[in-house]
């Protein structure tokens, strides 16, 4: 079977590039290739190329690892992605990628790249993590290795800021206008927290830089949204049935996708409207319903799923007493909102239902598992402070929370271990170690500890304190399902939820 690299091997049926890549250039420079991004915004891209055309194309970097680079740069950046739904599966090939970077040899190329006059977006897709920012100060994280190696030779960055920040500063040097910074992790405003971190980062080497950049670049906020599992052989199994050919980059995610952005691009931008991309002029509720509502459910149901036997998020939904505590924590998060102009929460609630309970994505707990500590304040943490602020009901955040801590454990209710994949996992490890595992007071108590992890709201709350250790106590003393039974069975008539009784 021939390797995909060009078009004419394709089968018949394949929906393909509706524009010739060679023609376009390239004008995106997108820091962190995952699956997401192939999934998201480079299939928006591709739309906004078919559409409207441009030199838009996106030079994919991957800043840790050389395996994407060798999946797609054989293959002229073209891949295969696949939709699964509930009623079937189709295949398109995506063209917007024209090469792909590696820092395997130092980031030389990649700053020469982002600094020159042709690219106008950088665009991000890194996790969490991979920021080093402090969130709560709004300041570059010294503790984090990429900043602190950075900071130390800003000229060779490797991390995300000082690669930022550097190619900036080439930019000014040069006389070359800043490109725009295009934030598309899953954080509460991260484009303006994005331009705090690299205004912070900058400050700390060149301050007149910092005010410069402050003054001068542009980091639109976005809400982007499309479930999108890690690749497995399945994957590129089903992407050679679908279009005939060797595939080593094709991803599989649902049919549907969202994006919110900013419009405030300088330099211009893709025409994403085509691919259904919605501009508005404030995303932060938007981005509020999704890290609540989606992303904080999600959290819940993979800390509580996983440790009860879920592999996938499906089986999450397949479960009776389980998916009830998802429908709960669906509305409980949906309250916590202000409304949203043509937005229904009920709709939006359902939709999620839907997809979460998509039989033909294998979505697993244990990725959405991963990297608690950076999710969890914006999921859980920030939701449940406002709530205790308004007397309001606490009890479905705690048992998430309660739920995350139960993982933190590392071992399931049959006593083998796991890892818990997470930055502060040696931390979260040694403050557990001489804990009693079976008491929840003892176990929450080092866990609140962890600096900088929860708000002092929620840390010196005894109400907040009593809920969670009220749902782990039961984690603890018997399985996670059997805890989550026991949540159902507690779960108050008056609660509004369909057949709470
Ligand atoms: C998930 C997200 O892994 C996780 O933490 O909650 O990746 C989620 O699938 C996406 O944000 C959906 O858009």
């Not at 995909?4 to 018949?12: P, Q, S």
């Not at 665009?123 to 950075?150: C, F, M, N, Q, W």
């Not at 050919?245 to 405030?264: L, R």
């Amino acid at each position: 079977m021939k390797r995909l690299a060009g078009l004419d091997h394709v089968k018949a049926g394949v929906r393909l590039p509706a524009f010739a890549p060679d023609e376009h250039g390239s004008g995106i420079v997108h820091l962190g290739l995952g699956a997401f991004h192939r999934a998201h915004q480079a299939a928006y891209t591709d739309n906004a190329l078919a559409a409207a055309g441009g030199d838009w194309r996106i030079v994919g970097v991957s800043l840790r690892g050389t395996a994407t680079a060798a999946a797609l740069n054989p293959q002229n950046g073209l891949y295969t992605l696949i939709e699964r739904g509930a009623t079937g599966t189709s295949a398109r090939i995506i063209g917007s990628i024209s090469r792909v970077l590696t820092a395997a040899q130092g980031t030389t190329g990649i700053l020469e790249t982002m600094a020159d006059r042709s690219t106008r977006i950088v665009s991000l897709t890194v996790t969490e993590k991979a920021y080093g920012i402090d969130r709560a100060k709004r300041t570059i994280d010294r503790s984090h290795p990429a900043i602190d190696a950075d900071l130390a030779d800003p000229r060779h960055p490797a991390g995300v800021l000082g690669l930022i920040v550097e190619a900036l500063r080439l930019r000014r040097q040069a006389g070359i206008p800043p490109f725009t910074v295009l934030c598309c992790d899953n954080l509460p405003e991260n484009g303006a927290l994005l331009r705090a971190g690299v205004v912070s980062f900058a400050d700390a080497i060149d301050a007149e830089l910092g005010l410069w950049i402050g003054q001068n670049v542009s980091f639109p906020s976005t809400m982007v949204d499309r479930i999108t599992p890690a690749a497995t052989e399945e994957t590129l199994a089903e992407a050679r049935r679908l279009t005939g050919c060797e595939d080593h980059a094709a991803i599989e995610t649902e049919p549907f996708s969202q994006w919110v952005i900013e419009d405030d691009f300088p330099l211009g931008r893709p025409h994403w409207e085509a691919g259904g991309a919605i501009f508005v002029s404030d995303v932060a509720p938007y981005e509020r319903m999704k890290l609540r509502m989606l992303n904080g459910t999600h959290s819940m149901l993979a800390y509580a799923g996983f440790l009860s036997g879920c592999t996938h998020v499906r089986d999450v939904m397949a479960a009776p007493a389980l998916a009830r505590l998802v429908a709960r924590h669906l509305q409980a998060a949906a309250a916590t909102l202000e409304p949203l102009a043509g937005i229904d929460f009920g709709d939006y609630t359902r939709q999620l239902t839907e997809r979460f309970s998509n039989p033909a994505i294998a979505h697993e707990t244990y990725q959405i598992a991963m990297d608690g500590t950076e999710k969890l304040p914006q999921r859980l943490l920030k939701p449940a402070v406002e709530l205790l602020d308004k007397d309001g009901d606490i009890r479905p955040f705690a048992f998430a929370v309660a739920a995350w801590m139960r993982y933190c454990l590392g071992r399931r209710d049959d006593g083998s271990a796991y890892a818990l994949r997470d930055p502060l996992e040696a931390r979260i490890r040694n403050l557990l170690a001489g804990v009693d595992d079976k008491d929840a007071a003892a176990v929450a108590g080092a866990l609140h500890a962890l600096p900088g992890l929860f708000p002092q709201e929620l840390s010196r709350s005894q109400t907040w304190r009593r809920a969670v250790e009220r749902a782990l106590s039961a984690m603890l003393e018997t399985t996670m399902g059997e805890a989550i039974r026991r949540e159902v069975r507690a779960m108050e008539p008056s609660s509004n939820m369909p057949g709470a009784e």
